[in-house]
T-cell receptor
Framework: GENVEQHPSTLSVQEGDSAVIKCTYS??????FPWYKQELGKGPQLIID?????GEKKDQRIAVTLNKTAKHFSLHITETQPEDSAVYFCAVREGGSYIPTFGRGTSLIVHP | NAGVTQTPKFQVLKTGQSMTLQCAQD?????MYWYRQDPGMGLRLIYY???????DKGEVPNGYNVSRLNKREFSLRLESAAPSQTSVYFCASSGARGYYEQYFGPGTRLTVT
């Protein structure tokens, strides 16, 4: 089955810095790559996703890049703010599957 | 739209007790899921229901049963709770197989003593 590795497990930055979280996967058939943000005491919420026919996608301060050859994709957050502090999960899904495989999460801490 | 709702929010059980976690969605989604979340382990799939009338095991199904009551509701039952089932449980739903995002409920924090 699919194996997803997410790094780092913890990331501490100063407000205004950029943050990058990286995930690698094993199944070359995977073609949908969402990122979720989980705030304390809440369920995960989708913040951005990318499909295999696209190399990069941006939404304001967040972006995701995908390298299908190397089988990795990354979440980039620019101009971080304290409200960006949360746990971020990557996931990988093969288009015909009901089941995504999640990374183990990255705890992002943004210091004011 | 309420999205995905879960009850209860918190529960404490003694070892051997049983309980059912309830989940409902109002987005007319076909697929529903139950996950557990433990520190450092991410989200692990317990059971899922691809469509009304079907259920399948996920990664960690032992000790759990599920019922897809109708298109809206998907319940998770612990028949004889064990301390190893202490966790936060999330229900999720999605439109169909393929690219559709999952929508998660707020979670149930369960402690088994």
């Amino acid at each position: 089955g699919e194996n997803v590795e997410q790094h780092p497990s913890t990331l501490s930055v100063q407000e205004g810095d950029s943050a990058v979280i990286k995930c690698t996967y094993s199944d070359s058939a995977s073609n949908y790559f969402p990122w979720y943000k989980q705030e304390l005491g809440k369920g995960p919420q989708l913040i951005i996703d990318i499909r295999s026919n696209v190399g990069e996608k941006k939404d304001q301060r967040i972006a995701v890049t995908l390298n299908k050859t190397a089988k990795h994709f990354s979440l980039h957050i620019t101009e971080t703010q304290p409200e960006d502090s949360a746990v971020y999960f990557c996931a990988v899904r093969e288009g015909g599957s009901y089941i995504p495989t999640f990374g183990r999460g990255t705890s992002l801490i943004v210091h004011p | 739209n309420a999205g995905v709702t879960q009850t209860p929010k918190f529960q404490v059980l003694k070892t051997g007790q049983s309980m059912t976690l309830q989940c409902a969605q109002d987005m007319n989604h076909n697929s529903m899921y139950w996950y557990r979340q433990d520190p450092g382990m991410g989200l692990r799939l317990i059971y899922y229901s691809a469509s009304e009338g079907t259920t399948d095991k996920g990664e960690v199904p032992n000790g759990y049963n599920v019922s897809r009551l109708n298109k809206r509701e998907f319940s998770l039952r612990l028949e004889s709770a064990a301390p190893s089932q202490t966790s936060v449980y999330f229900c999720a739903s999605s439109g169909a197989r393929g690219y559709y995002e999952q929508y998660f409920g707020p979670g149930t924090r369960l402690t088994v003593t």
